[in-house]
């Protein structure tokens, strides 16, 4: 299972990214996208993928956040 996870684009220098996952910087590779300081994309083994809603970002989100917690109450 391949999973992606949705970023802030903070900063851009050519064809990579300053993306902020939930206050951890990372660099992300743009090559695939057509993304703005501003816009959220969806990374997948430092590859933004696609640009998507901010709302979209905050769901998916939310959701592995949820994910998150119920695995450590197993």
């Known amino acids: 299972m391949c999973v992606a996870f949705p970023g802030l684009v903070k ?3 050519g ?3 300053q993306v902020d996952f ?5 660099r992300v590779n743009l090559a695939l996208v ?3 300081v501003g816009d959220y994309v969806l990374v997948h083994a430092g590859m933004a993928i696609q ?3 901010a709302e979209q ?3 998916l989100t939310d959701l592995y ?3 998150e ?4 109450a197993d």
């Open 11 to 13: 900063e851009i220098e």
């Open 15 to 17: 064809q990579h990214a």
């Open 22 to 26: 939930a206050g951890t910087l990372a």
């Open 34 to 36: 057509e993304a703005k």
């Open 51 to 53: 640009v998507m809603q």
């Open 57 to 59: 970002a905050q769901e």
């Open 65 to 67: 956040r949820e994910l």
């Open 69 to 72: 917690e119920a695995a450590r």
